[in-house]
């Protein structure tokens, strides 16, 4: 539904487009991507427990699963993966109960407030502490 609902909190941008951007970047700093989505928290779940001895790190929107899942995080600290959260909003600048994730405490870091920008910040975040762990 990204690009369709609530443009004014989320922006016009689709998730083909945004993904299309992460693609470019990535060729530019050089990394492999997959993407996945799924509106299954269940599947999500699964998604980042494939993820495990398979992926270097996982840039990760759990929507509105950041403020409901504790299965999502705990599939997160199972993999032991950095992962970067984010979100196309600011949570902290919405609604009270959007301003606790259940994912932040267990990311290297969390971007939110920059619409579509925030999954290339994060994404580029996620590349460089990948580096730092290589020197």
């Known amino acids: 539904m990204l690009g369709v609902r609530e443009t004014s909190v989320y922006g016009f941008q689709d998730l083909e487009a945004i993904n299309q951007d992460l693609t470019e970047l990535a060729k530019i700093l050089n990394v492999g991507l997959e993407f996945y989505q ?3 928290e269940g599947d999500l779940v699964s ?3 494939a993820s495990l001895d ?9 929507a509105a699963y950041t403020h409901t899942s504790v299965a999502l995080r ?11 959260e984010v979100h196309l909003s600011n949570i902290y600048s919405r609604e009270l109960f ?19 920008n925030s999954y290339r910040l994060g994404l580029r975040a996620l590349v460089d502490y990948l580096e730092t762990l290589r020197q």
């Open 98 to 116: 959007r301003h606790h994730s259940y994912i932040a405490p267990v990311v290297i870091g969390q971007i939110s407030g920059f619409g579509a």
């Open 38 to 40: 799924s509106n299954s």
């Open 74 to 84: 705990d599939a997160i600290v199972a993999v032991s993966l950095p992962v970067v």
């Open 47 to 49: 998604c980042v427990q």
């Open 54 to 62: 398979r992926k270097d790190g996982i840039l990760i929107n759990p």
